[in-house]
């Protein structure tokens, strides 16, 4: 599924160079749920970025789903994070502006999708995470926790191989945080592949596999029992 | 760029901020509207003058004989000049590069009748070339041609107003209209916007007039327009040599100013011409000047509302954004602004030149107004501002990391 190799990179900080990620080997089978913790530095933010191609390592290999990642071109870059890739964020990230419909509809558009199909797809993404009813509301109008489920269903939308979230729970309380991961979990149980940053060890026990980064570089890389979060809730 | 969906976005983008894209189109409106007045204006201004010299050809030169007030080279004064048609020849022989049309002229006054119906018409016998420089139309019929030169024929062109009002419900053409007891074949029926006087005319050819009215080869004036390639300050030279060529041959004293008067419309003109071209860069100035203003005012604004959107442009380009979508939406937001404003300032521009026009007539300004080709023009700078606007801000935009926008503060 995802295939790294060496992975190297570094930002320019004034005259002195950081060192940021220092050769990351991590490879990813399909259907499998992992968590990067680190604390921050730790480079964690950064590999996510760079496997969400919204970054370029220095040197290294990337392979995803069979494809080289390399020498990408900005507008080669939308075009794969469109395909392959769904982004979950801390801060939901939803258009202001746009109702969750719309929002959910987006990478849609992007795609070049006709408007009724779109229409149609969004809104069994928004009944699948359960806020059908509130598909013309703006996000002003949402909780915490339903603008997650909605970011949620846009980063479903486009039907991606790599679902990405970045501490998608960071901006929730406790609560809500555990009816996200029993949803991600979900997802997870019905075959995708997830890859999420956090620094909460509750959140992580609550994926199959824990990646420890610190200073650039895997200190550990284990396969855990999974804590499922259907129980707290 | 006619893509329904890109179109839906970018008016959803405009809805959200209505007051901020009302003031940013209000400099353009403002702009527009100041510039269509103006031009108006400037435009009625220019209707003044042409209607004051009328639709003769602008680049007539008329050369009248008259008396000598001055004694010269043994003559005494008040001596009668009068042209002939071998001044007619010397003018062609002389000039013939400038010349564009001549023709000679002998006005009378006759009592013209057809059957019962009679009136009084001046008649002027003129060569053939004198329909461009009256820029008459020839309605029906024919105009004077070579031939009636030639053979000194007794016929007539007649204006539209004496076809009406001698030959009221009778086809004239082929009919023979009497002129001081003479008859003469009408063989045609001319028209001439500058009006009614002007249609009340009978042209006949100017050898038939100086065989008829004593049977010799006097010309009373000449009018002839210098050739249009010729610029003004070429044309008012070409005049005051013709003149001073003319008193020469004449034994007029260079400074007599009766016995040959000139009257060059070159000098008119170029004074006339040479306001509205300063009148026109004055215009042009304050309302480039304004549209600039306006144009910065929109391109700062959409700036502003880049910097306020980094983070959605952010979203959109992790969604899969290519950068040339973020550009269209941002450059055909500020296009649309910049139009719609722009159009409605020309509109009310060009509606208050329509109330007011009338009233302004005192003022020197006839029929302020815009034609169409201001409107295609406006609309085209109208675009090519709104571009201009844009292209710095999605320039921007386009440039907008996602990691960068989406960094969590």
């Known amino acids: 599924?995802?295939?790294?190799?060496?992975?190297?990179?570094?930002?320019?900080?004034?005259?002195?160079?950081?060192?940021?990620?220092?050769?990351?080997?991590?490879?990813?089978?399909?259907?499998?749920?992992?968590?990067?913790?680190?604390?921050?530095?730790?480079?964690?933010?950064?590999?996510?970025?760079?496997?969400?191609?919204?970054?370029?390592?220095?040197?290294?290999?990337?392979?995803?789903?069979?494809?080289?990642?390399?020498?990408?071109?900005?507008?080669?870059?939308?075009?794969?994070?469109?395909?392959?890739?769904?982004?979950?964020?801390?801060?939901?990230?939803?258009?202001?502006?746009?109702?969750?419909?719309?929002?959910?509809?987006?990478?849609?558009?992007?795609?070049?999708?006709?408007?009724?199909?779109?229409?149609?797809?969004?809104?069994?993404?928004?009944?699948?995470?359960?806020?059908?009813?509130?598909?013309?509301?703006?996000?002003?109008?949402?909780?915490?926790?339903?603008?997650?489920?909605?970011?949620?269903?846009?980063?479903?939308?486009?039907?991606?191989?790599?679902?990405?979230?970045?501490?998608?729970?960071?901006?929730?309380?406790?609560?809500?945080?555990y009816e996200i991961m029993e949803f991600i979990q979900q997802l997870n149980d019905e075959g995708k592949t997830i890859l999420m940053v956090t620094h909460e060890e509750d959140i992580a026990n609550m994926c199959k596999r824990i990646v420890r980064l610190r200073d650039g570089v895997i200190m550990e890389d284990k396969a855990i029992t999974q804590v499922r979060a259907s129980q707290y809730v | 760029m006619f893509d329904l969906d890109l179109w839906r976005e970018i008016f959803q983008s405009i809805n959200k901020n209505r007051t901020r894209s009302l003031l940013s189109g209000f400099t353009i409106a403002f702009a527009i509207l100041l510039f269509t007045i103006l031009f108006g204006i400037a435009n009625g201004l220019e209707n003044t003058f042409i209607e004051l010299f009328g639709t003769d050809a602008q680049n007539s030169i008329v050369i009248f004989p008259g008396r000598t007030t001055k004694a010269h080279k043994g003559m005494q004064s008040g001596r009668r000049i009068r042209f002939k048609n071998e001044d007619y020849d010397y003018i062609l022989e002389e000039f013939g590069n400038n010349v564009e049309y001549i023709t000679s002229k002998v006005n009378r006054n006759v009592e013209a009748s057809f059957k019962g119906a009679k009136d009084s018409y001046q008649v002027r016998a003129v060569h053939p070339e004198h329909m461009y420089i009256e820029n008459n139309i020839v309605e029906k019929g024919r105009y004077i041609n070579n031939s009636d030169l030639e053979n000194r024929t007794k016929v007539a062109v007649i204006g539209q107003v004496i076809d009406e009002d001698l030959f009221a419900n009778v086809e004239s053409i082929g009919k023979y209209i009497n002129l001081n007891g003479i008859p003469y074949k009408v063989v045609g029926v001319f028209s001439d916007d500058e009006g009614d006087n002007e249609e009340k005319v009978i042209y006949t050819p100017i050898t038939t007039a100086q065989r008829v009215y004593g049977n010799n080869e006097y010309i009373d004036f000449i009018h002839l327009t210098y050739n249009p390639k010729l610029s003004y300050d070429q044309a008012i030279a070409f005049g005051n040599s013709l003149t001073r060529k003319l008193k020469d041959k004449f034994d007029v004293a260079r400074d007599d100013q009766r016995a040959i008067r000139v009257r060059n419309f070159a000098e008119g003109t170029k004074g006339v011409s040479q306001m509205m071209f300063v009148l026109n860069i004055i215009v042009l100035f304050i309302g480039s000047g304004t549209l600039i203003a306006g144009i910065m005012g929109i391109s700062n604004i959409m700036v502003f509302i880049v910097k306020e959107r980094t983070k959605e442009i952010g979203v959109r380009k992790a969604l899969g954004a290519s950068p040339r979508s973020i550009v269209s939406i941002i450059l055909l937001e500020s296009i649309l602004i910049t139009s719609i404003a722009g159009y409605v300032g020309l509109l009310i521009g060009a509606g208050v030149l329509k109330l007011v026009g009338p009233g302004l007539k005192e003022y020197f300004i006839t029929n302020p107004g815009v034609d169409t080709g201001v409107v295609i023009g406006a609309t085209i700078i109208l675009i090519i501002s709104g571009a201009l606007a844009g292209y710095l801000p999605a320039n921007k935009a386009s440039k907008i990391k996602p990691i960068v926008a989406l960094r969590n503060e």
């Open chain 1, 1 to 177: 599924m995802l295939k790294i190799n060496q992975l190297h990179k570094s930002y320019k900080i004034g005259d002195s160079s950081l060192h940021v990620l220092k050769g990351i080997d991590l490879s990813v089978e399909e259907g499998e749920m992992v968590a990067i913790m680190g604390s921050s530095g730790s480079g964690k933010s950064t590999l996510l970025n760079i496997i969400g191609m919204l970054d370029v390592a220095d040197s290294g290999e990337y392979i995803l789903d069979g494809l080289p990642i390399d020498n990408l071109t900005e507008k080669k870059a939308a075009v794969y994070r469109n395909k392959f890739l769904g982004f979950i964020f801390q801060s939901f990230n939803l258009i202001n502006y746009k109702n969750a419909l719309e929002n959910v509809a987006l990478p849609l558009y992007y795609q070049g999708l006709k408007r009724k199909k779109r229409q149609e797809l969004g809104m069994f993404h928004l009944d699948k995470v359960g806020l059908a009813d509130w598909a013309h509301h703006l996000p002003k109008e949402l909780s915490g926790g339903q603008k997650q489920r909605v970011a949620i269903a846009r980063a479903l939308a486009a039907n991606p191989k790599l679902l990405l979230a970045d501490e998608p729970t960071g901006a929730l309380d406790t609560t809500t945080s």
